[in-house]
């Protein structure tokens, strides 16, 4: 300790006499080339003698800003001479702080990226007014809420009553339209409204005005309101479009409205239409077809008192139409729990992945704080023989973390810009408001809180380990420290890094099996080599409707590369009409209870193209016509639910209990997936039409979408333009819109289930890459500080085996416990993950074993390179080093 009396007893001298501070720079420059000469004169090489009397100062950066330290100053002369050292300190060793950055970086980037995404769906509020007013009715006859379905009629005989709502529309998305003139045609997505849509919302039109009762009605002027994007796109943002004509489905439109640039409810239209030129089509008190609404209640006016005031005139209502009415009540949900209910718990799930995530960098770089601590005791007994207490210690190494935290900010900030949009592309759509995902104001707050937050996190423990300094124990030139208690905390957060990340991999496991599952199911049908397009069909006459579709499945059937080719009004894995249905001849249901399943009508030729096996029976036939008895496939479902051990062959089904012509039953075909792969859902049969037995008087004579299918022996892709031009020349008018291989929709349809079991997988994998650096660090410090001891070990006779033993045992009981605490951590947490996984148990025994396993051998590997260096340990070098 001689050197540093000297030393200490200078600086207080020089601080005494008021000399200028950089002569304290130069008696610490005149110290170390006094130990420089002392270390030449025992025969040491010139640059190891400096070396040894650099390390023997110690760390101690620059002796001016210690004595300005403890001679003392402002609070913010303070703050910036800390913020000053702290950045010197960070340059000084850019190997520790490029690592240390890194890792924060990823970790708050990928927090920040995920929580621009929550932002966005689940915590920024509705550009609506007063959007806590807001609600969402739906009718059930069940007593369940969650439906959005509304019958039109029981909506128009409580619209208007103000007792309880300040504003009501009825809203129907996903219309479709045929716009001509002024380009080329073009399909747009429709929505039909009634009056006072916007003002409902509390949404001010961009140019116009919104519908009034007189543009609700049948027989009204049609008029339309245009989205801010058609209005930009096709009019070219043309100011004074209000009150021209546009053209829909044959049909002259006067422009009444456009809305803002901002505005987006439920899924994205390109035009919204008065519902009320259209009621006829909803005339039935039931729900199919139905709507949906949206309504403002009255201030002071709670959803409780709201639903209780509705379900009088329920209650009403079921007495005059009992048919349709009984049972059936009215459920109000808040318009962002309708929303975004059914998305927040995958995106809170993996908010909260992500935060193990930043746990295990924060461990880490904790980790190499404390390593880098205990090179610096020297520095810290150098500030504490100048008269720096505890306090001041600590505030220090807490300034330089939280640089460093904050210097990873903004790393994580570039990450996160780059991760959302990734993101955003990986979503699957029907995200509500996904569009808005960015980094905002309340975005770069929560990176700067979570940034100030891991500073913390990550530096306390350094920060008060250093300051128990024991200043003697500190200043022994032998002391180099030793696997001890001064590495227990170090040896904890390695425990957590392992638990943490065996937690990660556990759920990214169970997603893994849940999907692998979900793509053995079959789905009844051939994905592969099978294109699919959709026309909107726009014509009044049924005879040129029927007639196109039928000249268009020969010529497209006769291009090379195709082997059949076939049309339908619905496609599985997609958006289905789901009527009652009844068997002849066996007593009538009870109202209410009448059976359902999902319709197609399709050519003869679908099942060939779509790969659809028949079971029994026959399929259409070119025999099958409008003069013909009417005939119906049905597949296996419906088969095994209605008809058990008799033969359905040859049976009536009905499509209502009206008294409508029936059907016979020609074939049954295998069941296909109609809404997911996981069959999540009630498993609804399913029955087909002949698209060639339809009267031309009842085909449809608005716009409807039909699918073009064709099968192909080449790429189904490569033929997409030439299917385009056999289109095109029937009829140029036609709008062609989603085109897709069969493959794709499969895939669109498990979008949700990739994508959660992507980014899982991407943390885990991370985590697992930060536990093994972590595992390893701590092992290859403990080497390099028991290298005496080793040496010594080999010296009285220890084999390399037994050096290798020792050094991965005392590194595999670290991961061991952190696998023993992760399991027990992950039985508890996968439990939240039930409703995100198909076909394996939250606890599935093989996915633990596995995991627990891999992490394992992980950390065996990360022990086993620096136990192998240890090994190699010249047993003479290393007592001559020490």
Same mark, same amino acid.
């Not at 200078?10 to 720079?25: E, H, N, P, T």
């Not at 901002?262 to 899924?267: A, E, K, V």
């Not at 197609?600 to 099958?624: C, H, N, W």
């Not at 299918?709 to 819109?737: C, G, H, M, W």
């Given at each position: 300790?001689?050197?540093?009396?000297?030393?200490?007893?200078?600086?207080?001298?020089?601080?005494?006499?008021?000399?200028?501070?950089?002569?304290?720079?130069?008696?610490?420059?005149?110290?170390?080339?006094?130990?420089?000469?002392?270390?030449?004169?025992?025969?040491?090489?010139?640059?190891?003698?400096?070396?040894?009397?650099?390390?023997?100062?110690?760390?101690?950066?620059?002796?001016?800003?210690?004595?300005?330290?403890?001679?003392? #100053?402002?609070?913010?002369?303070?703050?910036?001479?800390?913020?000053?050292?702290?950045?010197?300190?960070?340059?000084?060793?850019?190997?520790?702080?490029?690592?240390?950055?890194?890792?924060?970086?990823?970790?708050?980037?990928?927090?920040?990226?995920?929580?621009?995404?929550?932002?966005?769906?689940?915590?920024?509020?509705?550009?609506?007014?007063?959007?806590?007013?807001?609600?969402?009715?739906?009718?059930?006859?069940?007593?369940?809420?969650?439906?959005?379905?509304?019958? @039109?009629?029981?909506?128009?005989?409580?619209?208007?009553?103000?007792?309880? $709502? *300040?504003?009501?529309?009825?809203?129907?998305?996903?219309?479709?339209?045929?716009?001509?003139?002024?380009?080329?045609?073009?399909?747009?997505?429709?929505?039909?409204?009634?009056?006072?849509?916007?003002?409902?919302?509390?949404?001010?039109?961009?140019?116009?005005?919104?519908?009034?009762?007189?543009?609700?009605?049948?027989?009204?002027?049609?008029?339309?309101?245009?989205?801010?994007?058609?209005?930009?796109?096709?009019?070219?943002?043309?100011?004074?479009?209000?009150?021209?004509?546009?053209?829909?489905?044959?049909?002259?439109?006067?422009?009444?409205?456009?809305?803002?640039?901002?505005?987006?409810?439920?899924?994205?239209?390109?035009?919204? +239409?008065?519902?009320?030129?259209?009621?006829?089509?909803?005339?039935?008190?039931?729900?199919?077809?139905?709507?949906?609404?949206?309504?403002?209640?009255?201030?002071?006016?709670?959803?409780?008192?709201?639903?209780?005031?509705?379900?009088?005139?329920?209650?009403?209502?079921?007495?005059?139409?009992?048919?349709?009415?009984?049972?059936?009540?009215?459920?109000?949900?808040?318009?962002?729990?309708?929303?975004?209910?059914?998305?927040?718990?995958?995106?809170?799930?993996?908010?909260?992945?992500?935060?193990?995530?930043?746990?295990?960098?924060?461990?880490?770089?904790?980790?190499?704080?404390?390593?880098?601590?205990?090179?610096?005791?020297?520095?810290?007994? +150098?500030?504490?023989?100048?008269?720096?207490?505890?306090?001041?210690?600590?505030?220090?190494?807490?300034?330089?973390?939280?640089?460093?935290?904050?210097?990873?900010?903004?790393?994580?900030?570039?990450?996160?810009?780059?991760?959302?949009?990734?993101?955003?592309?990986?979503?699957?759509?029907?995200?509500?408001?996904?569009?808005?995902?960015?980094?905002?104001?309340?975005?770069?707050?929560?990176?700067?809180?979570?940034?100030?937050?891991?500073?913390?996190?990550?530096?306390?423990?350094?920060?008060?380990?250093?300051?128990?300094?024991?200043?003697?124990?500190?200043?022994?030139?032998?002391?180099?420290?030793?696997?001890?208690?001064?590495?227990?905390?170090?040896?904890?957060?390695?425990?957590?890094?392992?638990?943490?990340?065996?937690?990660?991999?556990?759920?990214?496991?169970?997603?893994?099996?849940? $999907?692998?599952?979900?793509?053995?199911?079959?789905?009844?049908?051939?994905?592969?080599?099978?294109?699919?397009?959709?026309?909107?069909?726009?014509?009044?006459?049924?005879?040129?409707?029927?007639?196109?579709?039928?000249?268009?499945?020969?010529?497209?059937?006769?291009?090379?590369?195709?082997?059949?080719?076939?049309?339908?009004?619905?496609?599985?894995?997609?958006?289905?009409?789901?009527?009652?249905?009844?068997?002849?001849?066996?007593?009538?249901?009870?109202?209410?209870?009448?059976?359902?399943?999902?319709?197609?009508?399709?050519?003869?030729?679908?099942?060939?193209?779509?790969?659809?096996?028949?079971?029994?029976?026959?399929?259409?036939?070119?025999?099958?016509?409008?003069?013909?008895?009417?005939?119906?496939?049905?597949?296996?479902?419906?088969?095994?639910?209605?008809?058990?051990?008799?033969?359905?062959?040859?049976?009536?089904?009905?499509?209502?209990?009206?008294?409508?012509?029936?059907?016979?039953?020609?074939?049954?075909?295998?069941?296909?997936?109609?809404?997911?792969?996981?069959?999540? #859902?009630?498993?609804?049969?399913?029955? @087909?039409?002949?698209?060639?037995?339809?009267?031309?008087?009842?085909?449809?004579?608005?716009?409807?979408?039909?699918?073009?299918?064709?099968?192909?022996?080449?790429?189904?892709?490569?033929?997409?333009?030439?299917?385009?031009?056999?289109?095109?020349?029937?009829?140029?008018?036609?709008?062609?819109?989603?085109?897709?291989?069969?493959?794709?929709?499969?895939?669109?349809?498990?979008?949700?289930?990739?994508?959660?079991?992507?980014?899982?997988? +991407?943390?885990?994998?991370?985590?697992?890459?930060?536990?093994?650096?972590?595992?390893?660090?701590?092992?290859?410090?403990?080497?390099?500080?028991?290298?005496?001891?080793?040496?010594?070990?080999?010296?009285?006779?220890?084999?390399?085996?037994?050096?290798?033993?020792?050094?991965?045992?005392?590194?595999?009981?670290? *991961?061991?416990?952190?696998?023993?605490?992760?399991?027990?951590?992950?039985?508890?947490?996968?439990?939240?993950?039930?409703?995100?996984?198909?076909?394996?148990?939250?606890?599935?025994?093989?996915?633990?074993?596995?995991?627990?396993?891999?992490?394992?051998? +992980?950390?065996?590997?990360?022990?086993?390179?620096?136990?192998?260096?240890?090994?190699?340990?010249?047993?003479?070098?290393?007592?001559?080093?020490?």
């Amino acid at each position: 300790m001689k050197w540093l009396n000297i030393l200490v007893a200078r600086v207080r001298a020089l601080l005494g006499r008021d000399m200028v501070l950089q002569d304290i720079d130069e008696e610490l420059r005149a110290h170390i080339e006094m130990e420089t000469e002392a270390n030449r004169e025992l025969g040491m090489e010139p640059e190891d003698a400096r070396r040894a009397a650099m390390k023997s100062f110690g760390n101690v950066g620059s002796f001016r800003d210690l004595a300005y330290e403890i001679r003392g #100053g402002g609070f913010m002369e303070t703050l910036w001479q800390d913020l000053r050292y702290s950045t010197r300190m960070l340059l000084k060793n850019p190997g520790f702080t490029l690592i240390a950055v890194l890792t924060l970086g990823l970790g708050i980037g990928a927090n920040t990226g995920i929580f621009s995404i929550v932002n966005a769906v689940l915590l920024r509020p509705f550009p609506y007014q007063a959007t806590e007013q807001l609600v969402i009715p739906g009718e059930s006859n069940t007593g369940t809420r969650g439906n959005t379905s509304l019958s @039109y009629p029981n909506f128009a005989d409580w619209k208007d009553d103000r007792n309880i $709502f *300040a504003g009501v529309s009825a809203v129907r998305s996903n219309e479709n339209y045929n716009i001509m003139g002024s380009g080329d045609p073009e399909r747009l997505i429709g929505r039909l409204v009634s009056a006072g849509f916007l003002g409902t919302l509390g949404v001010a039109p961009l140019l116009g005005r919104d519908f009034l009762a007189d543009d609700d009605r049948q027989g009204a002027t049609p008029t339309v309101i245009l989205s801010y994007g058609l209005w930009s796109r096709r009019f070219g943002g043309d100011q004074n479009i209000v009150g021209k004509q546009i053209t829909l489905n044959n049909l002259s439109y006067t422009v009444v409205g456009v809305t803002p640039q901002s505005f987006q409810y439920g899924l994205d239209a390109d035009v919204t +239409v008065p519902i009320g030129l259209s009621a006829e089509r909803f005339k039935a008190r039931g729900a199919d077809p139905g709507i949906a609404a949206v309504a403002r209640l009255k201030p002071n006016m709670s959803l409780e008192q709201a639903e209780t005031a509705l379900n009088v005139i329920y209650a009403r209502m079921e007495q005059q139409y009992p048919e349709s009415n009984t049972g059936r009540r009215c459920y109000l949900t808040p318009l962002h729990e309708s929303f975004v209910g059914d998305v927040r718990q995958p995106l809170l799930i993996l908010l909260g992945a992500v935060g193990l995530v930043l746990l295990i960098a924060c461990a880490n770089v904790a980790n190499l704080l404390l390593v880098r601590a205990s090179t610096r005791r020297r520095e810290m007994s +150098v500030r504490v023989a100048l008269g720096a207490n505890r306090w001041r210690i600590i505030r220090q190494l807490l300034t330089e973390s939280f640089v460093l935290s904050l210097i990873g900010a903004a790393l994580g900030i570039l990450v996160a810009h780059w991760g959302t949009s990734f993101i955003v592309t990986q979503l699957p759509d029907g995200i509500p408001r996904l569009n808005e995902a960015n980094v905002d104001v309340r975005v770069l707050a929560f990176t700067l809180g979570v940034s100030l937050l891991t500073g913390l996190l990550f530096g306390l423990a350094p920060a008060l380990q250093a300051s128990r300094l024991n200043l003697t124990d500190a200043l022994k030139e032998g002391d180099r420290g030793s696997f001890g208690a001064r590495q227990y905390l170090r040896s904890v957060l390695v425990v957590c890094e392992v638990a943490l990340t065996l937690t990660l991999l556990v759920g990214a496991g169970l997603l893994l099996q849940s $999907f692998r599952r979900v793509l053995q199911v079959d789905p009844g049908f051939k994905a592969q080599n099978l294109l699919t397009m959709q026309v909107s069909v726009n014509n009044p006459d049924g005879n040129q409707i029927a007639s196109f579709f039928n000249q268009l499945q020969e010529n497209v059937r006769r291009m090379p590369g195709v082997t059949s080719a076939a049309v339908s009004n619905g496609l599985p894995l997609g958006v289905a009409n789901n009527p009652i249905f009844i068997i002849e001849g066996r007593p009538l249901p009870e109202k209410g209870k009448e059976p359902g399943a999902t319709r197609y009508t399709v050519s003869p030729t679908y099942f060939e193209t779509m790969g659809i096996d028949l079971l029994k029976g026959r399929l259409f036939a070119a025999q099958d016509t409008p003069q013909t008895p009417a005939v119906v496939i049905i597949d296996e479902a419906l088969a095994q639910q209605h008809f058990q051990n008799d033969d359905p062959i040859g049976k009536r089904l009905a499509q209502s209990t009206s008294g409508t012509p029936s059907f016979e039953i020609i074939g049954v075909v295998r069941h296909v997936e109609q809404n997911n792969l996981d069959g999540q #859902g009630t498993l609804r049969p399913q029955f @087909y039409l002949n698209f060639n037995q339809i009267p031309p008087d009842r085909l449809p004579g608005q716009v409807r979408r039909i699918n073009i299918l064709t099968r192909t022996d080449v790429e189904p892709s490569s033929l997409t333009s030439a299917v385009r031009a056999q289109i095109a020349a029937l009829n140029k008018d036609q709008a062609v819109f989603n085109v897709r291989t069969m493959e794709q929709i499969v895939s669109q349809n498990v979008a949700p289930r990739r994508f959660s079991m992507l980014l899982l997988t +991407v943390f885990a994998v991370v985590a697992l890459l930060l536990a093994s650096i972590g595992i390893y660090g701590i092992m290859a410090y403990s080497v390099a500080q028991r290298t005496r001891e080793i040496g010594l070990r080999m010296t009285l006779g220890a084999q390399r085996g037994n050096v290798l033993r020792m050094v991965i045992g005392q590194g595999m009981k670290l *991961a061991l416990a952190g696998v023993a605490v992760g399991l027990i951590a992950s039985v508890a947490l996968t439990r939240t993950m039930k409703s995100l996984l198909f076909g394996v148990s939250a606890t599935d025994p093989l996915t633990f074993v596995s995991i627990a396993f891999l992490l394992a051998l +992980v950390g065996l590997l990360a022990c086993w390179v620096p136990a192998r260096r240890a090994t190699k340990v010249d047993p003479m070098v290393a007592l001559r080093y020490e």
